[in-house]
């Protein structure tokens, strides 16, 4: 079914969501009274609903949470005490590990060669020491090593076969940090 207005025709559901959404002004509706009044409706009466605190997964309140599990319930001086003890403690250990790492130190240059170790590498830990006690410092470590190959006078005979134990490679110590 189509309902014509004027030039435009318009199906029966799209006329009766218009007349709805006027609320039907256009047309008045009479009701027949069979003797009975009707009584207002009374208001509805408000009724306190208690209202919870929504939970709010925001930073702020994360960041609440986790500072109430670290903090157990105390006073705040109590609290405040805590956490100046703590920071004295953190501060005191790093002052000592920053004045353990810059502990006024020394590199000095020389060369002193590395002894033969146990599994017959050079030992270049007794040699970075012995170049600091020369320094007047208790011990060092090795910055800088050199290599050189010594090597005996007879290869210097001419018409000499060389053999293996002629020559050496000697490893020297040349820079050390001391302490």
Excluded: H
């Excluded at 256009?26 to 009044?37: C, I, N």
């Excluded at 090795?142 to 001419?158: G, M, Q, Y």
């Amino acid at each position: 079914m189509m309902l014509r207005l004027g030039p435009f025709a318009l199906p029966s559901s799209v006329a009766a969501l218009l007349l709805l959404a006027t609320g039907g002004a256009a047309w008045p509706q009479s009701q027949p009274s069979l003797g009975v009044q009707e009584q207002p409706a009374a208001p509805p009466q408000a009724q306190p609903t208690p209202q919870a605190t929504p939970e709010n997964p925001g930073l702020i309140n994360e960041m609440g949470k986790l500072f109430g599990k670290i903090i157990p319930s105390k006073s705040p001086s109590e609290t405040l005490g805590d956490l100046n003890a703590r920071a004295k403690g953190a501060a005191q250990e790093a002052g000592d590990t920053l004045s353990r790492l810059a502990t006024p130190g020394s590199m000095v240059s020389g060369r002193t060669v590395c002894p033969p170790g146990a599994n017959g590498t050079p030992d270049c830990k007794a040699a970075a020491d012995k170049l600091c006690q020369g320094k007047n410092y208790k011990e060092g470590k090795s910055l800088n090593t050199d290599s050189a190959e010594r090597c005996s006078a007879k290869v210097l005979i001419p018409g000499r076969q060389r053999k293996p134990d002629d020559c050496r490679t000697d490893t020297y110590v040349t820079t050390a940090l001391c302490q």
